[in-house]
């Protein structure tokens, strides 16, 4: 599974840089908003700091404007992705870059129809959204399970890139789906590190040892 960081907060992507942690990583307008900075310069310090796709969003609604935003996204750097809001005008976007060569993810999906869609207008990407499904007392992780089994039924080349991750326990139900990508805030990632058991274990070795007085170096 790969892990993609939903951030546009430079520092804290450098931080994962070379953990082999970070597959990629995903940015939003609220994203960009956050981090105070230009869009164009933002994008392409992190497209510096991956070798993996880095998504930059539209921020138009309307079919031109869209193409013109993300071709000027694309041209930022080669590991751009073009990130397009799943509506119609998303989707006939999404075919046009894509049929250009663009890599598309077609974000804020919430529906498995939405997700066939975009399979269909050539998406690299859908982003199907769990946190906000499950804030409204519906089940996004049966959003994944439903994506993953229509997209195995049909070959679909787009990934499913589990989004709106707001715990480990996201994560580890996505992997064990099958979701090929996984992006979440960088807080998520260094919570799948921990487990109560290995600090409690780590602890426990180092007091057997300095009661040895030995040093291995
Ligand atoms: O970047 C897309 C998505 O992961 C954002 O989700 O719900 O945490 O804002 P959320």
Redesign the pocket.
């Known amino acids: 599974m790969k892990f993609f960081v ?1 951030s546009a907060d430079v520092a804290e992507i450098k931080s994962l840089a070379g953990t082999g942690l970070m597959d990629g990583v ?3 307008p ?2 960009i908003a956050k981090s105070g900075r230009k869009i164009s310069e933002v994008i392409a310090e992190i497209c510096a700091l991956t070798e993996g796709p880095v998504s930059a969003e539209v921020t138009a609604t309307d079919l031109d404007t869209m193409l013109r935003e993300g071709r000027y996204l694309r041209d930022i750097a080669k590991n751009v992705a073009v990130k397009v809001p799943l509506t119609e005008a998303g989707l006939r976007a999404c075919k046009a870059l894509s049929d250009e060569g663009t890599k598309v993810n077609v ?1 804020l999906c919430f529906s498995a129809p939405q997700a066939l869609l975009a399979a269909k207008a050539g998406a690299a990407f859908i ?1 199907p ?1 769990i ?2 499904l499950d804030d409204i007392g519906e089940d996004g992780i049966q959003l994944i399970r439903d994506v993953v089994t229509i997209y195995r039924n049909y070959n679909f080349g787009t990934e499913v890139l589990a ?4 715990h480990p326990v996201h994560v580890l139900q996505c992997a064990k789906i099958g979701a090929h990508v996984a ?1 979440m ?1 960088p807080a998520v990632i260094k919570a799948l590190v921990k487990h109560p058991l290995t600090d409690r274990g780590l602890d426990q070795f180092t007091a057997d040892w300095a009661k040895t007085g030995q040093s291995i170096l």
């Open positions: 939903d995903t940015t939003n609220s994203l974000t982003s959204f946190g906000r989004a709106s991750i707001r992006t805030p």
